[in-house]
């Protein structure tokens, strides 16, 4: 580069760097009442966390495991220093949105603008705001390393030295930092506290698998039984899921007429005829949640095979030589058979526990046999998230 | 001074040695995390089966999980659902045509009963790895319950009553002994056999024989498809 050019690079840097140094300097920052309240709070909390930090990282020298403590104290003081600042490392809404509002140049209009809608406030309340000047700096650090790197992209970027700039710009606007971060919190509608780690663990883990056992009436209640199912939840944005599974249904009864005819019970050499059904489906439902994610509603497609000892037509008839016992006459059998049908489910969210959900579900389903099958029971469910 | 002076080196290099030796061990122990992760599979099996005692067939589905425990070694706990259906045999012996009946009694009609039988089981089975996993030969222990419309004992009877113009046919069961529902106790063997692996995805042939307190003896033969992952902490 011809050294004149370097020259000129130069002295434009320095111009700029002033320039942006003297708009910095001057710069302070009025908060509103109520931010003010938040601000006070969390500098109070501090001070006495800062006790007793003192106390364990005094303790933790004794004891010769410093490093340890260093590192600790990195992770957890970070999330608790401030609701302000530890949101954003929590909440990945409030990440993106600190990401893209980065102390840029161009905050600095965003400052004026707030400065202007913030309104004035006492003097005494400004003396404190700058009493306290010392513990912003420090949180300064804090900010810094997370919005160190991206301070500026404009074309300049490349002539000019932006690490001084970024760490003044930085140092300059602790506040003006925080606050955005907090009124982005308040537009949002996130609490800092509100924001548990339950409804970080909705976001992160989308994916389910279910295992369901029901207490279950095959039919108009004449057979009861089981039915467990296996399956895989997927979740499709905030609402709806999409579930699909395979079960397995067991429903079983004695024949009615001659197991309730009491001569034939008195008989202990005669039994009435077990009839059992059994049945494997899949049943691919897709679920709308409420907005609490405590219920859900399932509506999808059965398709199920079934085989069945319950005869079609049958008659029975009493034994002419022995009286009181039945005689089972079959005409005709049911055939094994595939068909196909809906099955509507709902399901109240019961408990969690770490990764686990419990839940009660109720289904109905009907099918192109005429069978109508109705359980409820137990799902449960352990969430995770797709591995790469 | 001198002295003061060395008992503080001494200090500062027995301090500096600890957290060498701290930093050391915290390093190790992250790296013996990261290696412990067990290898997990989550798979589900499917296949036929047939129910030696009742001489009737069907099919078997499983859904299974398998932890390895060692290099040879691994533990698979599964959760099975066994269904199996046929016809009485008496009915066909006794009953040779129906047709031939017909023509004597137009209102002749019969049909063998069908015994259905279904399973729910588990068997908690710790796989020995052969040839490099190539093959995995299991035994565990087995719970199950089953329902049966099978009886044990039963009659099927052919009746014939001549009248004056024709000869009236009808058939009936009478059921003598049944164990409708039965809780049992028993064993299990498994082989499998490794037949594809594409990524994460395994498939493998299994066989399996089971033998129950209920006297119930259980052949199964189908394909086990696997996912294998890793648990994070």
Not at chain 2, 61 to 81: D, P, Q, R, T
Request: with cysteine.
């Amino acid at each position: 580069m011809h050294p004149y050019l370097k020259k000129l690079l130069n002295m434009e840097n320095k111009i700029f760097e002033h320039s942006i140094e003297n708009r910095m300097v001057g710069f302070k920052l009025k908060p509103a009442d109520l931010v003010w309240e938040k601000v006070e709070k969390r500098i109070q909390k501090e001070k006495k966390r800062r006790v007793l930090f003192g106390w364990i990282f005094l303790g933790m020298v004794m004891a010769g495991v410093g490093i340890t403590f260093f590192n600790s104290h990195e992770n957890e003081f970070q999330p608790t220093s401030s609701s302000a600042i530890s949101t954003p490392i929590s909440n990945p809404k409030i990440e993106a949105y600190v990401e893209n509002h980065q102390p840029s140049f161009d905050t600095e209009n965003e400052l004026n603008q707030l400065q202007q809608t913030v309104p004035i406030v006492s003097e005494s309340r400004k003396k404190q705001v700058f009493q306290q000047d010392d513990i912003d700096v420090e949180r300064s650090n804090f900010v810094s390393n997370e919005i160190d790197h991206p301070v500026s992209h404009t074309p300049q970027e490349n002539s000019i030295n932006t690490a001084n700039i970024d760490r003044k710009v930085v140092s300059a606007k602790p506040q003006g930092v925080d606050i955005i971060i907090i009124r982005e919190c308040e537009e949002l509608g996130i609490n800092s506290s509100a924001v548990s780690s339950e409804s970080v663990n909705k976001n992160i883990f989308d994916r389910q698998w279910n295992f369901n056992t029901h207490y279950s009436f095959h039919g108009t209640g004449d057979l009861s039984g089981t039915y467990i199912e296996f399956g895989y939840e997927k979740k499709l944005g905030k609402r709806y899921g999409f579930y699909n599974n395979i079960g397995m249904s067991i429903h079983s009864g004695k024949e009615s007429f001659s197991s309730n005819n009491n001569a034939s019970q008195l008989n202990a050499r005669y039994n009435a005829m077990q009839y059992v059904t059994t049945g494997i489906q899949t049943s691919p439902t897709f679920y709308r949640y409420s907005k609490r994610g405590d219920v859900k509603i399932g509506a999808g497609m059965v398709a199920r095979y079934q085989t069945s000892s319950t005869p079609s037509r049958y008659s029975i008839s009493p034994q002419p030589a022995t009286p009181g016992i039945f005689l089972t006459s079959i005409r005709e059998m049911e055939p094994n058979s595939f068909s196909l049908g809906y099955k509507i489910s709902v399901e109240l969210h019961l408990l969690s526990i770490k990764k686990t959900d419990l839940g009660f579900q109720l289904f109905f389903q009907n099918d192109t046999r005429g069978d109508v099958i109705t359980g409820f029971g137990l799902s449960l469910q352990n969430k995770f998230k797709k591995q790469d | 001074m001198k002295k003061r002076s060395c008992s503080k080196k001494i200090l500062k290099g027995m301090i500096l040695g600890m957290i060498a030796a701290f930093l050391q061990l915290q390093g190790y122990s992250q790296k013996s995390k990261a290696v412990r992760f067990p290898e997990r599979k989550i798979g589900l099996s499917i296949g036929f089966s047939h129910h030696q005692k009742q001489s009737i067939g069907g099919v078997f589905i499983e859904a299974g999980h398998e932890v390895k425990i060692s290099k040879k070694l691994s533990l698979y706990n599964n959760f099975g659902f066994t269904m199996h259906s046929g016809i009485d045999p008496k009915h066909d012996m006794v009953v040779p045509s129906i047709s031939s009946l017909r023509l004597q009694d137009p209102s002749f009609s019969t049909a063998a009963f069908r015994f259905v039988t279904a399973g729910i089981q588990t068997s908690p089975t710790l796989f020995l790895k052969l040839k490099s996993d190539k093959i995995k030969l299991g035994f565990g222990p087995l719970l199950r319950y089953q329902t049966t419309s099978w009886p044990s004992d039963y009659e099927f009877n052919l009746i014939s009553t001549p009248t004056t113009t024709r000869t009236l046919y009808y058939t009936n069961y009478s059921i003598k002994q049944i164990q409708r529902h039965a809780l049992s106790g028993g064993g299990r063997m498994m082989i499998d056999v490794h037949v594809a692996k594409i990524k994460k995805f395994e498939a493998r042939a299994t066989c399996s024989y089971q033998v129950d307190s209920n006297g119930d003896r259980l052949a199964g033969l189908g394909i086990k498809l696997q996912r294998s992952y890793v648990k994070l902490p």
